[in-house]
């Protein structure tokens, strides 16, 4: 990209391939193009180089345009990029109907595979682009979820993981429930004597034997 300093006024007309630069009171030439590297005003050669308008196209009235669109877009204005991507949608199906009939005027099976592969392609290119032109028109509206619960809540945060540190043996949960410890003292000694048994008075034997 070829870039001069707009200095003068009047004289031979500037190539349009030249990009004019207008500098700012005290702004180097070096910073007025630091500017345009930055903000997207370089895609100016990349879009006059496609877009096929012939040598008449100048760079400077290009980057004009471009900058005027970007406001606009900046602005909430999507008039234009709406066009654009209506222009886009129509050309992309014009497309895919060229392809589609190319390829079922073939002879072979390769060559119907490449074209209705391509079509196909460009099927899709024109219904992502039919979707995008009807969000922007009907924009989906976002909707913030709030957890609100009323009452009383319990979180269980690694419940899984927790639940072993959580069950206790047996003694240590009676302990933790009634305050009390186990008898430590040593167990008491058997004895074979069997205490004496009294035998059951008359009045309290059954009636019948």
Known sequence: ???????????ATPDP?????????????????????????????????YAGAGPELGLTELVAA???AGDETAAG?????????????????????????????????????????LALKA??????TAETLALMKNPVPYIRQANIAHGPQQVNNGAHAGAAKNQNNPNELLEHQHGNYLDAAAPATTSRVDPPVATVAAKHRPAHQ
């Open 1 to 11: 990209m070829a870039t001069k300093p707009n200095t003068k006024k009047g004289g």
């Open 17 to 49: 391939k030249t990009m004019q630069v207008t500098l700012q009171p005290q702004q180097s030439q070096s910073e007025a193009l630091a500017m345009l590297a930055t903000d997207g005003s370089l895609g100016a050669i990349t879009l006059e180089r």
């Open 66 to 68: 471009m900058r005027k």
């Open 77 to 117: 204005d999507f008039a234009r990029m709406e066009r654009m991507m209506t222009f886009q949608f129509l050309a992309l199906d014009a497309l895919f109907n060229n392809l589609a009939q190319r390829s079922g005027r073939q002879e072979n099976f390769k060559g119907i595979e490449v074209l209705m592969r």
């Open 123 to 128: 099927q899709a290119q024109a219904r992502a």
